[in-house]
């Protein structure tokens, strides 16, 4: 006889158990606009305040999960249809996920909000003037993109979709990290309390 099956363990009994609900926070914007720095900083001070989190970073998954893709248009759009089911799972296991991808395109965005309960997702468009983002390159990105040594580089020669309606539109080429940081507090606060 087979022992008795336990029911699966619901989003509430995981809220209970960790003291919040998951969720996804959604860094987006152009290269060098200040998602990773965000992101990493923001991780550490929910970390430091006893919460479930993680930090999934563009370049973090390009050397693993998806170091199989390269940047044409489908290996892109894979690479952040991958990243938003890693999120998602997280999320679902109770997890505050930060995802620092520069996700150019708008649908793309839009399907990982649609794969999620309502208020699971928040999008945060990290928006930096293009110049900015140039003189912040210490990749040396920007500048093989406008050699035309790299193709497709979204901002360059490839389009960057803004957010239409973002949760939050953090100015980093004007507030200060620790005014940033104070918006996204709020809006995940706002959000845990769903």
């Not at 060098?32 to 970390?47: D, Q, Y």
Request: hydrophobic share 45%; aromatic share 6%.
């Amino acid at each position: 006889m087979l022992p008795m099956i336990q029911p699966p363990i619901t989003a509430a009994e995981r809220a209970v158990r960790h003291g919040h609900i998951g969720l996804i926070v959604w860094f987006t914007g152009l290269s060098g606009a200040g998602k990773t720095t965000l992101s990493a900083a923001m991780e550490r001070k929910l970390f430091e305040s006893g919460k479930l989190v993680y930090l999934l970073d563009g370049d973090i998954l390009r050397t693993g999960l998806c170091r199989d893709l390269g940047f044409s248009a489908a290996d892109r759009h894979e690479n952040i249809r991958r990243a938003g089911e890693v999120a998602r799972v997280l999320a679902d296991a109770g997890f505050i996920v930060l995802a620092a991808f520069i996700s150019p395109f708008r649908k793309e965005r839009d399907d990982i909000r649609a794969a999620l309960p309502p208020g699971k997702f928040v999008e945060v468009f990290v928006n930096a003037p293009l110049a900015i983002c140039e003189l912040r390159d210490v990749k040396g990105l920007y500048k093989k993109a406008r050699a035309n040594q790299i193709q497709e580089f979204t901002g360059i020669s490839s389009p960057y979709e803004a957010p239409l309606k973002p949760e939050l539109d953090l100015h980093t080429d004007r507030d200060s990290i620790a005014a940033c940081l104070q918006k996204i507090c709020v809006a995940v606060e706002t959000h845990l309390k769903m």
